[in-house]
Nanobody
Framework: QVQLVESGGGLVQPGGSLKLSCAASGSIFSFYAMGWYRQAPGKQRELVADITGGGRTNYADSVKGRFTISRDNAKNAVYLQMNSLKPEDTAVYYC????????????WGQGTQVTVSS
């Protein structure tokens, strides 16, 4: 059974940084795409960033220039470096993965809380 596990969330002050990590375990070791969604209090879940196995990336406009997504294909892991954090970034962040180029995201982690507050 494939499982995604996130780590790295926490409480930071505005302007601070955090790095989120997500590792996959199970029988599937190479997803076509992996990414990060987030859900802020009272808001819909939204795509933050994703990345293909070949390294092609996509970012939400609200995080461009501040966040960087990367992955380690050998480890089937994905990371999100978050800099210049704002209170608006406060959310539960979810790791996700898709098996093929045309498949939707069907694998999800449990989520890790990121709180940006003074």
């Amino acid at each position: 059974q494939v499982q995604l596990v996130e780590s790295g969330g926490g409480l930071v002050q505005p302007g601070g940084s955090l790095k989120l990590s997500c590792a996959a375990s199970g029988s599937i070791f190479s997803f076509y795409a992996m990414g990060w969604y987030r859900q802020a209090p009272g808001k819909q879940r939204e795509l933050v960033a994703d990345i293909t196995g070949g390294g092609r990336t996509n970012y939400a406009d609200s995080v461009k220039g501040r966040f960087t997504i990367s992955r380690d294909n050998a480890k089937n892991a994905v990371y999100l470096q978050m800099n210049s954090l704002k209170p608006e970034d406060t959310a539960v962040y979810y790791c996700t993965a898709a098996e093929t180029r045309t498949a939707p995201y069907t694998y999800w982690g449990q989520g890790t809380q990121v709180t940006v507050s003074s």
